[in-house]
């Protein structure tokens, strides 16, 4: 168990940099960029460039209806600080969706059953880089346990475990 953490751990450590490069923040608000319609879910995802598993949960959510707006950006950090992302819930893309943001490999079926729930809420984030969740597929390796958190003004609560 302790080495499954420590590897774990370890793909975070290395994948994140490049997918969180820093550099000043943006002058203008990010917004969706794409509208939804009743059948087909529209996505803005803000990621890096350098950002390989970013581009397979894009494909992960077009497989899963959803129309998708890519905007490649070297300070994605700056939409997470604009819409108030803590830190402990900071992944490695974001997306906005129908007013809500989405924080790193959310499953697509979670993202749907918030526009279908429509909590009063910031989004939902997957922490980090789970094993297992979409565009974080290992072959070979079991999927991590991890949970989907709804965010909200007062902090967050588990919205869906996987």
């Known amino acids: 168990m ?4 420590f590897l774990a751990s370890l ?7 490049a997918c969180t490069a820093d550099s000043a923040p943006a002058d203008e608000a990010p917004t969706a960029i794409v509208s939804s319609t009743e059948s087909s879910p529209a996505i803005t995802v803000y990621k890096s460039p350098t950002c390989g598993c970013c581009s397979l949960w ?3 959510l077009e497989a899963n209806d959803f129309t998708v707006q890519v905007v490649e950006m070297d300070n ?3 939409v997470k600080e604009y819409y108030r992302i803590p830190s402990e ?9 129908d007013g809500y943001v989405i924080e790193g490999h ?4 979670d993202i749907k059953r918030l526009l279908e729930e429509r909590p009063e809420a910031i ?38 475990s996987h």
């Open 2 to 5: 302790k080495r499954r953490l």
């Open 106 to 109: 959310v499953p697509a079926d």
């Open 76 to 78: 994605v950090n700056s």
């Open 123 to 160: 989004g939902l984030s997957v922490p980090g880089m789970p094993i297992g969740s979409p565009g974080m597929e290992v072959e070979g390796r079991p999927a991590d346990n991890y949970d989907v958190m709804l965010i909200t003004e007062g902090g967050s609560s588990v919205f869906a």
């Open 58 to 60: 894009v494909e992960h």
């Open 89 to 97: 819930l900071m992944a490695c893309h974001t997306g906005i969706v």
């Open 11 to 17: 793909a975070l450590f290395l994948l994140l940099p």
